[in-house]
C-alpha cells in the first residue's frame, strides 16, 4: 500500500520560507510523478506545483511562480517543496500527491494522497 507522510508545515511570519517533505513508501518512489496542492479554508483544493518522474517536467501555479520550488530525490523517496517569500495568502493544508505515470501526472490525474500539512502565515 503506498503512503505518503507530510511534514515541514508550521507557522511563519510573511515573508518568510518553509521547507515541506513528502516521504513515500510502499511503492516505487521513482516511477511516480508528484505534485503539491493546497486548501485554504472555505476554498476548493488547488494546484501548487508538480514534477515528473526524472524532474524535467516542473510545473507551477501562476501564484507561487517564482517564489516555490519543487524537488524531489529518488533514493530517498522523497518530495520537497520550499516556499520563499510567503504570504497570508499562502495559508492552508498542504498536500503531496502520487501519480503512476505522467501521463496522469500531466492529466492533473493523481492515485495516491497525504494526508496533509497545516501552513500559517501571519500577517
Known amino acids: 500500500q503506498v503512503q505518503l507522510v507530510e511534514s515541514g508545515g508550521g507557522l511563519v511570519q510573511a515573508g518568510g520560507s518553509l521547507r515541506l517533505a513528502c516521504v513515500v513508501s510502499?511503492?516505487?518512489?521513482?516511477?511516480?510523478?508528484m505534485g503539491w496542492f493546497r486548501q485554504a479554508p472555505g476554498k476548493e483544493r488547488e494546484f501548487v506545483s508538480a514534477?515528473?518522474?526524472?524532474?524535467?517536467?516542473?510545473k507551477y501555479a501562476d501564484s507561487v511562480k517564482g517564489r516555490f520550488t519543487i524537488s524531489r530525490d529518488n533514493a530517498k523517496k522523497t518530495v520537497y517543496l520550499q516556499m520563499n517569500s510567503l504570504k497570508p495568502e499562502d495559508t492552508a493544508v498542504y498536500y503531496c500527491?502520487?501519480?503512476?505515470?505522467?501521463?496522469?501526472?500531466?492529466?492533473?490525474?493523481?492515485?495516491?494522497w497525504g494526508q496533509g500539512t497545516q501552513v500559517t502565515v501571519s500577517s
Open positions: 514534477i515528473s518522474t526524472s524532474g524535467a517536467i516542473i
Open positions: 500527491a502520487a501519480a503512476s505515470s505522467s501521463s496522469r501526472l500531466i492529466a492533473y490525474k493523481y492515485d495516491y
Open positions: 510502499g511503492g516505487t518512489f521513482s516511477i511516480y510523478g
